[in-house]
């Protein structure tokens, strides 16, 4: 499979505790994204990475998250000192700068469901 | 920022029937882009379609169109033929032409009644 992956695709945690997330994207794309996406939302963009360099971070992007893509392939977020707020589906997502068009087209991956108890 | 809204949290369509799916934008940009994301339960999105702003003519998919009123700020989404398959929620989500962000709506679940 050749798509964006990411895992867990379950996490459930205990307030206060701290979650990793991983996203694999699609081998040849140079930009990743991170998305919120709470029942009943459209995805909220958290934050963006064009190779290794994180470019973009949205206000909703508090200090307790951070992102990383060390090397310019896989990228992690991370959650310190959950909160009940915090659950919510996680997407990754992928993109080849001017590809296609320049549509930019962001291709998803399955999502990570945080639920925080 | 740019808000999209999507006025219809709930469709529903008859097998083999055509259904269209409302998104309006706001955004003072003249260069942008429009999609339509499907999002079937507990699986990915994947793009359904896609409509740049300068272009006047409607994109098409397959069985899948838009209606792209640059005026209007609207770009509904028609489904024909529609098929138990298509059953999903429908996300409309806006780029602008310099931007990187996408700008979501809050969705459409679509049913499709065999």
């Known amino acids: 499979d050749t798509g964006v992956s990411q895992d867990p695709r379950h996490k459930i945690t205990k307030r206060g505790q701290n979650v990793t997330f991983r996203c694999d994207p699609i081998?040849?794309?140079?930009?990743l994204y991170w998305y919120r996406q709470t029942l009943g939302q459209g995805p909220e963009f958290l934050t963006y990475?064009?190779?290794?360099?994180?470019?973009?971070k949205s206000r909703l992007l508090s200090d307790r998250f951070s992102a990383e893509r060390p090397k310019g392939s896989f990228s992690t977020l991370e959650i310190q000192r959950t909160e009940q707020g915090d659950s919510a589906m996680y997407l990754c997502?992928?993109?080849?700068?001017?590809?296609?068009?320049?549509?930019?087209?962001?291709?998803f991956g399955p999502g990570t469901r945080l639920t925080v108890l | 920022a740019q808000t999209v809204t999507q006025s219809q949290p709930e469709m529903s369509v008859q097998e083999a029937e055509t259904v269209t799916l409302s998104c309006t934008y706001d955004t003072s940009e003249s260069d942008y882009y429009l999609f339509w994301y499907k999002q079937p339960p507990s699986r990915q999105m994947i793009l359904v379609i896609r409509?740049?702003?300068?272009?006047?003519q409607n994109a098409t998919e397959n069985r899948f169109s838009v209606n792209f009123q640059k005026a209007a700020k609207s770009f509904s989404l028609k489904i024909s033929d529609s098929q138990l398959g298509d059953a999903a929620m429908y996300f409309c989500a806006y780029r602008s032409g310099g931007g990187n962000q996408f700008y979501f709506g809050t969705g459409t679940s679509l049913t499709v009644i065999p």
């Open positions: 990475f064009q190779n290794e360099a994180q470019l973009e």
């Open positions: 081998s040849e794309h140079n930009r």
């Open positions: 997502a992928s993109s080849l700068a001017g590809g296609l068009a320049g549509y930019n087209e962001q291709f």
């Open positions: 409509q740049e702003a300068y272009k006047q």
